[in-house]
């Protein structure tokens, strides 16, 4: 069993409120991620959960424990930062048995060898285990970057924007290989990023934070598909989501207290023009291969949607524009729930 629990944490430097009256549950196995932009607060968070800052407020429990004033080394956390922080004149091997090798903990040579080397193979770098790590291209380094959290095998992770540093084509490499070891070590992991993306893929619940505050913690579908505001609903989506003043819809009922709407791409279709009462302008076609994104002008606002590709369509030219499922916001930008 592993978990953590977050009671009311607070934590101020001088004028800036980094994380506020935040309340949060990751439980046993779960991979929890905490989306939300830069300044967001993730990382205070992760620094209060490890011990390396004190909260002003409120409490962090671990495994029913209450370590709130406990010292960082004495929780069984595992840390992996954005930046690799390898030692780089070691070989991978030394750099993976570097956490076993601790005067304090008097790990056997033999067993090290055996925990470094499963770490390896969990990880596909077996093969590099005697390169320097200055050898090692920047997917492999950021492997055994968290290889050496894995080596420890300790009950929770925390992670900071592990993948933030690399190409695109390795974050999707190494989210798979993230999930699928979250999976095969049932561990409990608490990760932070700014990308929706990694934040849909793997996490089995999201927690959308802004300015310290934790607005709405639930599986990826409940937040995409029930955002709790305009904000949270503005946080997923590719492209991303359409706002709309509510007045300026036709034929789609709204429930009272609705100003704004939001209609995600999937939800806004474009046709030929055929009598409907929402006609809109195409401004440009983007070609992204497999399919077109179109932005639109209607009534003066900006829309954005997707096309097939062997949808004819050109700049200028009259579209209708049909769409469901709206999502209502009032005034404040919180979700007004539909009429049932
Ligand atoms: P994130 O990781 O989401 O980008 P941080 O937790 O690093 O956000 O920071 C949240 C806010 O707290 C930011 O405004 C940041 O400038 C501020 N902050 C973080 N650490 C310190 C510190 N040690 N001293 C002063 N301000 C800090
Ligand atoms: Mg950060």
């Given at each position: 069993m592993a978990d953590i629990v977050l009671r009311n944490i607070s934590k101020r430097f001088e004028a800036v409120e980094a994380v506020r009256e935040l309340s949060l549950a990751v439980n046993d196995g779960e991979f929890l991620v905490l989306l939300g932009p830069s300044g967001a607060g993730k990382t205070t968070t992760l620094r209060l959960i490890t011990g390396l800052e004190a909260p002003d407020a409120g409490s962090v429990m671990?495994?029913?424990?209450?370590?709130?004033?406990?010292?960082?080394?004495s929780r069984d956390i595992a840390f992996v930062f954005q930046q690799y922080s390898l030692y780089p004149h070691l070989t991978v091997y030394d750099n993976l048995a570097f956490p076993l090798r601790s005067p304090a903990r008097r790990v056997p040579e033999p067993i090290i060898r055996k925990r470094v080397e499963q770490t390896a193979?969990?990880?596909?770098?077996?093969?590099?285990?005697?390169?320097?790590?200055?050898?090692?291209?920047?997917?492999?380094?950021?492997?055994?970057?968290?290889?050496?959290?894995?080596?420890?095998?300790p009950s929770i992770y925390?992670?900071?924007?592990?993948?933030?540093?690399?190409?695109?084509?390795?974050?999707?490499?190494?989210?798979?290989?993230?999930?699928?070891?979250?999976?095969?070590?049932?561990?409990?992991?608490?990760?932070?990023?700014h990308d929706q993306v990694e934040a849909m893929t793997m996490a089995s619940r999201i927690g959308v934070i802004r300015d310290g505050q934790l607005l709405q913690c639930g599986t990826p579908r409940e937040i995409y598909e029930s955002p709790s505001s305009s904000y949270v609903a503005s946080r997923l989506g590719t492209p991303q989501i359409n706002f709309l003043p509510a007045h300026l819809l036709s034929d789609v009922p709204v429930p009272p207290g609705t100003e704004t709407v939001g209609i995600r791409t999937e939800h806004l279709q474009i046709a030929a023009r055929n009598g409907g009462r929402m006609v809109g302008r195409v401004h440009r076609v983007e070609h992204l291969g497999e399919q077109n994104h179109v932005h639109l002008d209607y009534k003066g606002e900006m829309l954005v949607t997707l096309a097939d590709p062997r949808q004819p369509l050109q700049s200028g030219q009259e579209v209708e524009l049909h769409l469901v499922h709206p999502l209502c916001f009032d005034r404040a930008g919180q979700r007004v729930p539909a009429i049932i």
């Open positions: 671990i495994d029913g424990r209450d370590v709130t004033h406990d010292p960082p080394g193979e969990l990880l596909h770098i077996a093969s590099k285990l005697n390169n320097r790590a200055t050898r090692l291209s920047g997917g492999e380094m950021q492997r055994v970057a968290i290889g050496r959290a894995l080596v420890r095998d925390l992670m900071d924007e592990p993948l933030s540093s690399l190409d695109a084509k390795l974050r999707a490499e190494l989210r798979l290989e993230l999930k699928r070891i979250q999976l095969e070590l049932g561990a409990t992991i608490l990760y932070v990023t």
